[in-house]
């Protein structure tokens, strides 16, 4: 099976402060996908890589970047947190070539 | 890009009844429409999906129409269990393919 794990299932932080969301698969899956999820908004692309060291903007990419130094992990990165950034960060991974993504379990991130 | 709107946003069904889910896209170009289903506390699960040369699939309760005339895609659930209670998403491609735009979700509950 599948696995894609997120590093924390709650977070709480700071307006201001840089917050790091990590995400791991272990299937040697080429493209990752980092979205967020809000009510009424469905599952928003924030960005995406191909590959190692690659990455792509997605649709609402303003406030955040992305690290992926390796294969199997994925970070996603707000460098001055803001209220606005509340929300369900989803993590997914795809193999190059198919068409299913494998979401984790996201992570709930409070802004104050 | 693509454009994905689904409706209702909610929607409650008896136990034993049916339930349908509708999705409408823009790209003409988009070939292959998948269903994403998110339970509580967990991230979104492929279900089913559809081609663009095909009119109809089905897997047991679960069955997925699309009409490319028309760019509407539909879920249906028959037979309704308390397990299907969740939160349906559409998506369709766009980039190529290369990622997915996701409808705003459909809160489905089931009454006993």
């Known amino acids: 099976d599948v696995k894609v794990t997120q590093s924390s299932r709650y977070l709480v932080k700071r307006t201001g402060e840089k917050v790091f969301l990590e995400c791991v698969q272990d299937?040697?899956?080429?493209?990752m996908f980092w979205y967020r999820q809000d009510p009424g908004l469905g599952l928003r692309l924030i960005y995406f890589?191909?590959?190692?060291?690659?990455?792509e903007k997605g649709d609402i990419p303003e406030g955040y970047s992305v690290s992926r130094e390796k294969k199997e992990r994925f970070s996603l990165i707000l460098e001055s947190a803001s209220t606005n950034q509340t929300s369900m960060y989803l993590c997914?991974?795809?193999?190059?070539?198919?068409?299913?993504?494998?979401f984790g379990p996201g992570t709930r991130l409070l802004v104050l | 890009g693509e454009n994905v709107e689904q409706h209702p946003s909610t929607l409650s069904v008896q136990e034993g009844d049916s339930a349908v889910i509708k999705c409408t896209y823009s790209?003409?170009?988009?070939?292959?429409f998948p269903w994403y289903k998110q339970e509580l506390g967990k991230g979104p699960q492929l279900i089913i999906d559809?081609?663009?040369?095909?009119g109809e699939k089905k897997d047991q309760r679960i069955a997925v129409t699309l009409n490319k005339t028309a760019k509407h895609f539909s879920l249906h659930i028959t037979e309704t269990q308390p397990e299907d209670s969740a939160v349906y998403f559409c998506?369709?491609?766009?980039?190529?393919?290369?990622?997915?735009?996701f409808g705003t979700g459909t809160r489905l509950t089931i009454i006993p």
């Open positions: 997914a991974s795809r193999p190059m070539g198919g068409e299913t993504q494998y």
């Open positions: 299937m040697d899956h080429e493209n």
């Open positions: 998506a369709a491609p766009s980039f190529g393919n290369e990622k997915l735009t």
């Open positions: 559809i081609r663009s040369n095909v």
């Open positions: 790209d003409s170009a988009s070939n292959y």
């Open positions: 890589s191909y590959d190692v060291k690659m990455k």
